[in-house]
């Protein structure tokens, strides 16, 4: 194969990739911009209230 070939092959296997890159970005920043709009911020270990306080007061 020719160099030429060789290089533009690569060339439009780094713009695919980048592409790629910048879409999976923009819709993972889209989904979680939606995400905090629609859900409260909960912890995913809730404390039982009593054990709230506890770590509370010891800071």
């Known amino acids: 194969m ?4 060789i ?18 970005h923009l819709v993972d920043g889209i989904l979680k911009a939606v995400r905090r709009t629609f ?4 912890t995913w270990y809730p404390l039982p ?6 770590i509370i007061d010891k800071r």
């Open 39 to 42: 859900t409260k911020k909960q």
């Open 7 to 24: 290089a533009a092959v690569f060339l439009a296997l780094a713009v695919v990739f980048i592409i790629g890159q910048i879409w999976f």
């Open 2 to 5: 020719d160099i030429k070939v």
């Open 49 to 54: 209230d009593e054990e709230k306080e506890k």
